[in-house]
């Protein structure tokens, strides 16, 4: 990238409900935002390295993880991998991710240890956009992915006690946000898993729109088939079947998550 390119836009993808299309997101947006010309590199934090086998790297692949570089301090730079998508890179995970709150005990800085691996990538400028797929639980892997991050960005099933949920992990943001990470913030919320053909739904869109306005993103992302299907084929949606309705939504997504973030680099501080 030139020398006076913007520093990588680092996101948290959280939510501490599982089943919320969270490492779906991560996967496809980022092979969205790759295939409209963006350098992206997905960080995989959670122990089930669901986003690492979803990209076809299973595990006897993966030689280094992010494990490596949490607990021994390893370069992120040789934990990261290619993918078979131009543009779209990969630091997996492995199981013992679950062990790294008890490993670092109370190690000073031990909320710190990613957001200081990533400083390096920032000044090379490597990346547009970081992606960091944190767990479904507010563990001290999610608050490393916070601490590192710029912003936040929320995946929310579209299901009866999503703003309970959400009110939760904004409270968690808050927090980091007073104690670690001044800087962070919510990019966004995006609503996942809509079925058209559930009043519900349309429900509990309205009560998030209402509750958080422009904080939500304009695109939902739909309950569809081949998206779900994709995984087990080690492939982001968007190149197993391009013209499905939830490959569709998430170019869409792509699109207003670079709108968003142009308009906020063109905003004065």
Known sequence: MPADADPPRILAIANQKGGVGKTTT???????????GAKVLLIDSDPQGNASTGLGV?????????????????????VIMATDIPGF????????????????????RRAFRLRDALSGL??????????????????????????????????????????????????????????LNPALEVQGVVLTMYDRRNSLSAQVAKDVRDH???????????????????????????????HCAGSQAYLKLAREVIRRERGRRMTPA
Do not use: W
Not at 26 to 36: C, P, T, Y
Not at 232 to 241: L, M, Q, T, W
């Open 212 to 242: 958080l306005g422009d904080r939500v993103y304009e695109t939902v992302i739909p309950r569809n088939v081949r998206v779900s299907e994709a995984p087990s084929f080690g492939k982001p949606a968007i190149i197993y079947d391009l």
């Open 122 to 179: 920032r000044e090379r400028r490597a990346y547009d956009y970081v992606l960091i797929d944190c767990p479904p639980s507010l563990n001290l892997l999610t608050l490393n992915a916070m601490t590192a991050a710029d912003a936040v960005l929320v995946p929310l099933q579209c299901e009866f006690f999503a703003l309970e949920g959400l009110s939760q992990l904004l409270r968690t943001v808050e927090q980091v946000r007073g104690a």
């Open 58 to 78: 299973l595990p006897h692949m993966r030689a280094r993880t992010i494990y490596d570089v949490l607990i021994d301090q390893t370069p992120i730079a040789e």
């Open 89 to 108: 890179d990969l630091a997996p995970a492995e199981a013992d991710l679950s062990g790294v709150e008890l490993e670092l005990g109370q190690t000073p």
């Open 26 to 36: 991560a996967i496809n947006l980022g092979a969205a935002l790759s295939a409209v």
